[in-house]
């Protein structure tokens, strides 16, 4: 019995030997799903039935993993260089209203711009020039607050606090208000009155306030003749207004603070109807869209009209 043992244990050995020396030629599917698609690439091949075999077939899938990585870093890359790179709206804004102010304040003729700035501090409602340019110049004044009442409900945990910003472009527009319309995070959050500081509760939101302010807006364009020299000249008062435009850096950079304040403030409208829950039919882009057909009275009379907060 001993020697029948030892008789086939060479044999076992040898054949333990050859099958380690090689593999089993069955063919092998291996599949390599590729990372962000939804391609596979599917292999068939023999495994491998001998050393060298096997490392070949280790390099094949090697170089697979290499052209799947290939592949994921040109997907990354499709975008170029721009890629992920988003323009803040309000930024651009704010270094076209800076440029374009120096850029005229720079070709004007001397003291062009002062002379109109002595008339309006001698007369702030009748200071002798363009009408269409008085009501505009005098509007910029009060633009803050209908943008107070859009900004100041969603004031909190802002990079920057409000109230200095928006009282600042009382006087300077928005050269004042813009690093904070940069800065600032939209909140589209629902909100009710108990959310909000006491100022913005009690006078921001009160109807009362607003209606006043829609008022002040709709006489600033009465009491500076605009609207009547509109009706009786029209054709020679906008040409007035654009020669004063073309002349002066006050008038045209006035001007041009005036057009972005009243987008700026067209721009917020959405996300103010959003904190309100507002519900209505009409599109909140169409109601921010239709604010900027009467500038400034528009967002006045929006802050008039649109939905109250909840008390809690």
Not at 26 to 44: C, D, F, G, Q
Not at 74 to 101: K, W
Not at 163 to 186: D, E, H, N
Not at 268 to 274: G, R, S, V, Y
Request: charged share 15%.
């Amino acid at each position: 019995m001993m020697m029948k043992y030892y008789l086939l244990k060479p044999v076992s050995l040898l054949a333990l030997i050859t099958s380690c020396a090689g593999f089993s030629a069955a063919p092998v599917t291996v599949s390599t799903r590729l990372k962000h698609s939804n391609s596979m690439i599917v292999e068939k091949f023999p495994l491998a039935t001998s050393k060298t075999s096997f490392l070949a077939q280790k390099n094949r899938a090697t170089t697979t993993t290499v052209y799947s990585s290939n592949l994921d870093a040109e997907e990354e890359s499709e975008g170029g260089f721009l890629a992920g790179v988003s323009i803040n709206p309000y930024l651009l804004a704010y270094i076209t209203f800076l440029g374009f102010a120096f850029f005229k304040s720079m070709t004007e003729e001397a003291n062009a711009s002062n002379e109109i700035l002595q008339q309006f501090l001698a007369d702030p409602l009748n200071p002798g020039c363009n009408e269409l340019f008085v009501a505009i110049f005098n509007l910029l004044g009060l633009y803050f607050v209908p943008i107070a009442c859009l900004l100041m409900p969603a004031a909190k945990n802002q990079k920057l606090p409000a109230a200095p910003f928006l009282l600042g472009s009382m006087f300077g527009g928005y050269g004042l208000v813009g690093p904070y319309a940069i800065t600032r995070t939209p909140d589209a959050t629902v909100k009710t009155k108990a959310d909000l500081g006491w100022i913005t509760a009690n006078i921001l939101e009160n109807k009362i306030f607003n209606w006043f302010i829609a008022a002040a807006f709709t006489s600033a364009y009465i009491t500076s003749g605009g609207v009547n020299a509109l009706i009786s000249d029209a054709s020679g008062t906008i040409d007035g207004y654009g020669k004063l435009f073309s002349d002066t850096a006050i008038a045209s950079a006035s001007s041009v603070d005036f057009l972005i304040l009243t987008l700026s403030a067209a721009s917020w409208i959405p996300e103010d109807l959003a904190r309100r829950n507002y519900k209505g039919d009409v599109a909140p882009a169409l109601i921010a869209a239709s604010t900027a057909l009467l500038p400034g009275v528009g967002v006045a009379l929006y802050c008039a009209l649109r939905p109250s907060l909840d008390e809690e």
